[in-house]
């Protein structure tokens, strides 16, 4: 049976730690920063190996645990996917009703809880006694990796945000952040990640030097700085430690690659970890699935779907295997309604026990960014496009490494056309794993898919998510006029 990583488990202290990370910020941003350290924040306790891996778990509950509900409404803002029940309101794309805006403040207090308990062991590590300096840097860069994808994730949804750190841990009181101030924390973060993480994880589901790369790529390609992320992109590639996984049929793409039972794979870089215990699974299995289908077995809530009128699926090619995980199912939305498979778990112990594995990184997308971004750099060349065609000929079950009759040829491609290739099949290939919408932001070309596809006019409020009432109730060095627009 797959399990959690040992480090998530493995005594007294991680549950201590976990329960302390869940803390009070979940009922007021105000209650948690103004929290008297307890025991997990004594000197005492922040001493050995076993405290600190103690508290890097604490760091990872929040953010795993929030993951599934925040795919899920990334989805659901896509030229493609839909929301149903309260999700519904998601598919006006006219900002978020009070429903939703208390649900994206739950997202936010997640994110901000594994914040502060990144800067909890960023602060405690060099005060140790007991840890070598290797350790050190070890644990430090760990939760710094952490910290910057948690704060690329805020920084993208929410604009600029409170920078909260190491250095202002005991501070209630943070002011708004620019976008770039953001973004610096993040590259530096990753700068120190990226030389003390290990080339290789000691257990799946801890970062790497890889994945701190491939977060660095993705980043640089968000400040549109081409030449970086080309150039993290591509020492990745070099490295030559990842590799397609091959597939022939439906049933390999989802066991092989999104199987509840797998531990790791050749194209897997980072991952959040899940088991089939409960408490300690997926979220996204039950959000997706329909009972009909037999792929979930406690049914599924159906909570997102797609329609087969819809353009993006219409014009999608026969024999593309990503387009076999979707079914047919009418469950009163009408014959062309569609949902997703991409999550199968037939042996769940409960409701909260999904054993799938949530992808932030796969080869699949770092071999797409360097696509993209070296295209953006040099046109067109030999290697962008065997890139791009790799993950092409994965999808139409041939040799991911072999040339095949579906490559594309370069003599055949502009630039800008390639670059609309690239962001297509990476449309395909990231579905469910919270990609398409801020991919569309990124790009400036939001208004229009969703037009196309979906007929559908974006209103600027929803662009960026609102700032929970709690932050600027009780956070004093913020006010009213910190909201973002249209809130």
Same mark, same amino acid.
């Given at each position: 049976?797959?399990?959690?990583?040992?480090?998530?488990?493995?005594?007294?202290?991680?549950?201590?730690?976990?329960?302390? =990370?869940?803390?009070?910020?979940?009922?007021?941003?105000?209650?948690?920063?103004?929290?008297?350290?307890?025991?997990?924040?004594?000197?005492?306790?922040?001493?050995?190996?076993?405290?600190?891996?103690?508290?890097?778990?604490?760091?990872?509950?929040?953010?795993?645990?929030?993951?599934?509900?925040?795919?899920?409404?990334?989805?659901?803002?896509?030229?493609?996917?839909?929301?149903?029940?309260?999700?519904?309101?998601?598919?006006?794309?006219?900002?978020?009703?009070?429903?939703?805006?208390? !649900?994206? =403040?739950?997202?936010?207090?997640?994110?901000?809880?594994?914040?502060?308990?990144?800067?909890?062991?960023?602060?405690? =590590?060099?005060?140790? &006694?007991?840890?070598?300096?290797?350790?050190?840097?070890?644990?430090?860069?760990? !939760?710094?990796?952490?910290?910057? $994808?948690?704060?690329?994730?805020?920084?993208?949804?929410?604009?600029?945000?409170?920078?909260?750190?190491?250095?202002?841990?005991?501070?209630?009181?943070?002011?708004?952040?620019?976008?770039?101030?953001?973004?610096?924390?993040?590259?530096?973060?990753?700068?120190?990640?990226?030389?003390?993480?290990?080339?290789?994880?000691?257990?799946?589901?801890?970062?790497?030097?890889?994945?701190?790369?491939?977060?660095?790529?993705?980043?640089?390609?968000?400040?549109?700085?081409?030449?970086?992320?080309?150039?993290? !992109?591509?020492?990745?590639?070099?490295?030559?430690?990842?590799?397609?996984?091959?597939?022939?049929?439906?049933?390999?793409?989802?066991?092989?690659?999104?199987?509840?039972?797998?531990?790791?794979?050749?194209?897997?870089?980072?991952?959040?970890?899940?088991?089939?215990?409960?408490?300690?699974?997926?979220?996204?299995?039950?959000?997706?699935?329909?009972?009909?289908?037999?792929?979930?077995?406690?049914?599924?809530?159906?909570?997102?779907?797609?329609?087969?009128?819809?353009?993006?699926?219409?014009?999608?090619?026969?024999?593309?295997?990503?387009?076999?995980?979707?079914?047919?199912?009418?469950?009163?939305?009408?014959?062309?309604?569609?949902?997703?498979?991409?999550?199968?778990?037939?042996?769940?112990?409960?409701?909260?026990?999904?054993?799938?594995?949530?992808?932030?990184?796969?080869?699949?997308?770092?071999?797409?960014?360097?696509?993209?971004?070296? !295209?953006?750099?040099?046109?067109?060349?030999?290697?962008?496009?065997?890139?791009?065609?790799?993950?092409?000929?994965?999808?139409?079950?041939?040799?991911?490494?072999?040339?095949?009759?579906?490559?594309?040829?370069?003599?055949?491609?502009?630039?800008?056309?390639?670059?609309?290739?690239?962001?297509? &099949?990476?449309?395909?290939?990231?579905?469910?794993?919270?990609?398409?919408?801020?991919?569309?932001?990124?790009?400036?070309?939001?208004?229009?898919?969703?037009?196309?596809?979906?007929?559908?006019?974006?209103?600027?409020?929803?662009?960026?998510?609102?700032?929970?009432?709690?932050? $600027?109730?009780?956070?004093?060095?913020?006010?009213?006029?910190?909201?973002?627009?249209?809130?």
């Amino acid at each position: 049976m797959k399990t959690i990583m040992n480090f998530r488990l493995l005594n007294s202290k991680i549950l201590a730690a976990a329960l302390l =990370a869940l803390g009070s910020l979940a009922s007021s941003c105000d209650s948690l920063l103004e929290e008297e350290p307890k025991t997990i924040v004594s000197e005492n306790f922040y001493q050995n190996r076993s405290d600190f891996e103690a508290a890097i778990n604490a760091t990872y509950f929040p953010l795993r645990m929030v993951r599934s509900e925040q795919i899920a409404v990334l989805s659901a803002h896509t030229d493609w996917g839909y929301g149903r029940g309260s999700r519904a309101q998601y598919n006006d794309f006219d900002g978020f009703n009070p429903t939703n805006i208390n !649900a994206a =403040a739950a997202r936010w207090t997640s994110f901000y809880q594994g914040i502060r308990n990144a800067n909890i062991v960023i602060e405690k =590590a060099p005060l140790s &006694e007991e840890l070598s300096e290797e350790e050190v840097n070890y644990f430090t860069a760990e !939760a710094k990796f952490l910290r910057a $994808l948690t704060y690329f994730d805020l920084v993208r949804n929410w604009g600029g945000v409170p920078l909260r750190t190491a250095q202002n841990i005991n501070e209630k009181d943070v002011p708004k952040s620019s976008p770039e101030e953001v973004y610096d924390l993040i590259l530096a973060d990753l700068a120190d990640a990226e030389i003390y993480l290990p080339t290789s994880a000691e257990e799946p589901g801890r970062p790497t030097q890889w994945a701190a790369k491939t977060l660095l790529a993705d980043v640089y390609l968000q400040l549109g700085d081409y030449e970086m992320s080309k150039l993290k !992109a591509k020492e990745v590639m070099d490295a030559s430690s990842f590799q397609l996984v091959k597939i022939d049929t439906v049933v390999d793409l989802r066991e092989k690659i999104f199987g509840a039972a797998l531990i790791t794979s050749t194209e897997e870089i980072f991952s959040f970890k899940f088991a089939r215990q409960t408490g300690q699974g997926s979220g996204l299995p039950w959000i997706m699935n329909h009972p009909s289908t037999g792929l979930y077995n406690f049914g599924g809530a159906y909570a997102h779907y797609g329609d087969a009128t819809n353009p993006f699926y219409k014009e999608w090619e026969s024999g593309d295997i990503r387009k076999d995980l979707w079914q047919i199912v009418d469950f009163g939305l009408g014959d062309s309604t569609i949902v997703n498979g991409k999550y199968a778990e037939p042996q769940a112990v409960d409701n909260t026990g999904a054993g799938n594995d949530i992808p932030v990184y796969r080869f699949a997308e770092l071999l797409l960014i360097y696509a993209e971004a070296s !295209a953006r750099v040099d046109g067109v060349t030999e290697e962008n496009l065997e890139a791009l065609n790799q993950v092409r000929r994965r999808a139409f079950g041939y040799a991911p490494m072999e040339n095949s009759e579906v490559d594309y040829v370069m003599t055949d491609l502009a630039v800008e056309e390639f670059l609309d290739l690239i962001l297509q &099949e990476k449309a395909y290939e990231t579905q469910f794993e919270g990609k398409r919408w801020l991919d569309l932001k990124r790009t400036g070309r939001a208004e229009e898919f969703v037009m196309k596809n979906k007929g559908i006019t974006i209103s600027e409020r929803h662009y960026l998510w609102p700032i929970p009432l709690e932050e $600027l109730n009780f956070n004093e060095a913020m006010s009213p006029s910190d909201q973002n627009p249209g809130y």
